[in-house]
Structures are given as structure tokens and as C-alpha cells.
């Protein structure tokens, strides 16, 4: 098992970081290269919208993005600490097009967990 935490300030201008660093970790264990605009566009809707819940319940906690491969699976866990429900058309399309970057996708309150197929 290998993995990485990164965590930022919910700041809209981080986003690209967790993006940056997603891509990278996905390229470095051998992801598909058709893949890794997914994981980029995924895991910036992800972090996008743990960033909007932070600002919508004014929270200033960092949000954490763990990124881990095990076996042959790649995943990255968002964690945000907000409470605040997001209007529903906006939490709704961003899940919708993470749903649709992501061959698996789970969302238990606050944590947010994408998953990709490694080349095993």
C-alpha cells in the first residue's frame, strides 16, 4: 500500500493543488493515461465541493484528500468538515458528474471516496 494526505485550506484557489497532486499520484502508479483527465475533473468537482460546504457553514478547517492505491484500486478520500447542505441543484450536478469520472463512488456524510482500477 502506498498513500499520500494532502490537506488545504478551504480556499477555491486550492483546488488546482488537490488536482495537481491527484493526477500526479495516478500517473506515478500507472493509471491509464485515458484515465487521468477523469481522476483531474473528478477530484476537482470533489474538492470544489468540499470547499462550497466549508464556506457555506463558515468553517475554516482543512479539508483532507488521502490518496492511496491497495492492491489494484486507486483512491482518493475528500474530507471536508461541513454541515451545511449545499443548494440542491449544485450538490446534485457536481455528485452527478463524479459519479459519471468515477468507476466507484461512495459519499457518507462529509467523506467522499472515488475509485479507480490500477493496471495490476
Do not use: C, K, Y
Not at 2 to 23: F, K, Y
Not at 49 to 60: E, F, M, Q, T
Amino acid at each position: 500500500m502506498s498513500g499520500a494526505t494532502l490537506t488545504i485550506p478551504p480556499l477555491a484557489e486550492h483546488v488546482r493543488v488537490a488536482r495537481v497532486v491527484a493526477v500526479a499520484a495516478a500517473r506515478r502508479i500507472g493509471l491509464a493515461p485515458e484515465q487521468l483527465d477523469d481522476v483531474r475533473l473528478a477530484v476537482g468537482e470533489a474538492v470544489s465541493r468540499a470547499v462550497s460546504r466549508h464556506l457555506a457553514g463558515n468553517l475554516v478547517r482543512d479539508i483532507s484528500i488521502d490518496i492511496t492505491e491497495v492492491g489494484s484500486e486507486f483512491t482518493i478520500v475528500i474530507t471536508d468538515h461541513g454541515d451545511a447542505g449545499l443548494p440542491e441543484t449544485d450538490d446534485g450536478v457536481a455528485l452527478a458528474l463524479i459519479r459519471a469520472l468515477a468507476p466507484q463512488m461512495q459519499l457518507h456524510g462529509s467523506v467522499l471516496t472515488v475509485s479507480w482500477a490500477t493496471a495490476a
